[in-house]
């Protein structure tokens, strides 16, 4: 499975973007598909997943700004983000697990200047 991110880009403070996820094949909706980020010198994080029968879990830091869903009928998962911050600027990643076993993607860069 390969998954490509795209939507990323430069935003001023309070602004929003939609990033988008699209995975070469079909993934079921009872595999977990989810957003992590990367910032310069820290360690990945993990942002939002989601999967069908639970609800959408998001990270502490972003749960009243962002949006995760997914249209499994175009292989797709969102993550909607408003009101960014200067601290959401990062890589943001798009993963999926399957069986056991976890796709990345290769990133879409998000830069929030104050």
């Known amino acids: 499975v390969q998954l490509v991110e795209s939507g990323g880009g430069l935003v001023q403070t309070g602004g929003s973007l939609l990033l988008s996820c699209v995975a070469s094949e079909y993934i079921l909706s009872s595999n977990i598909m989810g957003w992590y980020r990367q910032a310069p010198g820290k360690e990945r994080e993990f942002v939002a997943s989601i999967r069908s029968g639970r609800d959408p879990n998001l990270a502490d830091s972003v749960r009243d700004r962002f949006t995760i869903s997914r249209d499994n009928a175009k292989k797709k998962v969102y993550l909607q983000m408003k009101n960014l911050k200067p601290e959401d600027t990062a890589v943001y990643y798009c993963?999926?697990?399957?069986?056991?076993?976890?796709?990345w993607g290769q990133g879409t860069q998000v830069t929030v200047s104050s």
């Open positions: 993963k999926a697990r399957i069986e056991g076993n976890d796709y």
